[in-house]
């Protein structure tokens, strides 16, 4: 049973406070985690996570920080292939493969991974640091794309996969497509939330999002498209009804 007392949440016999930071009690919520986390709190302003100062700014993030900081990084990626004698329109096409699955590794990770089922103290309280605050601060703008700090230290594993699987000269640009992929889907998932969009794909866009935000959460895994969700067969039903009309 879940119920809201002004600022204080109380789920079984565990009271959650919203107006202390909540990264460390969320645990405590145990199998009603799964059930408080999807029960969306809708505002702008975002809740505290930590008391240490440090850790607390670590987890803020402007959205204009990710194409700033990694865009650079993308040129310097694919310029290297080019350096190492791969032709502009070869470099070209690996972008656009790295882009292309990194649409895969999105769905996948928001599916299997944001939406893993948890109910142990540390379970709770690193899912609810992966994504569960996004379901339950769903507007919270400056937690809406993932800390370049986190992004540094995930790139270093994913480059290594990418040296193994593809030759020196096509690595580099390959990896900076997926990065590319990166900074579209986090761009675009900022836009989705806080964005006004007046043209008919980014208005179906949004719908579909929040229609996973606030509708059908166990659906809808695409965020720059529903691609996979089609594919996988995880399409929201009004969606799985209009296709098969």
Same mark, same amino acid.
């Given at each position: 049973?879940?119920?809201?007392?002004?600022?204080?949440?109380?789920?079984?016999?565990?009271?959650?406070?919203?107006?202390?930071?909540?990264?460390?009690?969320?645990?405590?919520?145990?199998?009603?985690?799964?059930?408080?986390?999807?029960?969306?709190?809708?505002?702008?302003?975002?809740?505290?996570?930590?008391?240490?100062?440090?850790?607390?700014?670590?987890?803020?993030?402007?959205?204009?920080?990710?194409?700033?900081?990694?865009?650079?990084?993308?040129?310097?990626?694919?310029?290297?292939?080019?350096?190492?004698?791969?032709?502009?329109?070869?470099?070209?096409?690996?972008?656009?493969?790295?882009?292309?699955?990194?649409?895969?590794?999105?769905?996948?990770?928001?599916? %299997?991974?944001?939406?893993?089922?948890?109910?142990?103290?540390?379970?709770? *309280?690193?899912? =609810? @640091?992966? +994504? &569960?605050?996004?379901?339950?601060?769903?507007?919270?703008?400056?937690?809406?794309?993932?800390?370049?700090?986190?992004?540094?230290?995930?790139?270093?594993?994913?480059?290594?996969?990418?040296?193994?699987?593809?030759?020196?000269?096509?690595?580099?640009?390959? %990896?900076?497509?997926?990065?590319?992929?990166?900074?579209?889907?986090?761009? *675009?998932?900022? =836009? @989705?939330? +806080? &964005?006004?969009?007046?043209?008919?794909?980014?208005?179906?866009?949004?719908?579909?999002?929040?229609?996973?935000?606030?509708?059908?959460?166990?659906?809808?895994?695409?965020?720059?498209?529903?691609?996979?969700?089609?594919?996988?067969?995880?399409?929201?039903?009004?969606?799985?009804?209009?296709?098969?009309?």
């Amino acid at each position: 049973m879940v119920f809201e007392l002004s600022s204080r949440m109380v789920v079984q016999n565990f009271e959650v406070d919203l107006n202390k930071a909540l990264v460390f009690q969320v645990g405590h919520l145990g199998e009603a985690y799964e059930e408080w986390v999807h029960q969306p709190i809708v505002s702008k302003e975002g809740p505290r996570f930590f008391e240490n100062e440090i850790l607390e700014f670590l987890t803020r993030t402007v959205w204009w920080a990710i194409p700033v900081i990694w865009l650079p990084v993308v040129c310097y990626f694919v310029y290297s292939s080019v350096l190492m004698g791969l032709g502009c329109p070869q470099s070209a096409l690996m972008v656009l493969v790295g882009i292309f699955i990194w649409t895969f590794l999105e769905y996948s990770l928001h599916r %299997f991974l944001f939406h893993i089922k948890t109910k142990t103290y540390w379970g709770n *309280t690193l899912h =609810y @640091l992966l +994504h &569960g605050c996004h379901h339950k601060h769903p507007m919270d703008g400056l937690r809406l794309v993932f800390p370049p700090a986190a992004t540094a230290i995930l790139l270093m594993p994913f480059w290594n996969i990418v040296k193994l699987m593809a030759t020196p000269s096509t690595a580099p640009a390959l %990896f900076g497509g997926g990065l590319l992929g990166y900074v579209m889907y986090d761009c *675009t998932h900022y =836009y @989705l939330h +806080h &964005g006004q969009p007046k043209t008919e794909v980014p208005q179906n866009l949004k719908k579909y999002h929040l229609n996973h935000h606030f509708r059908i959460q166990d659906k809808g895994f695409g965020i720059t498209s529903s691609l996979w969700d089609k594919i996988f067969g995880t399409l929201p039903p009004s969606k799985m009804a209009a296709k098969s009309m």
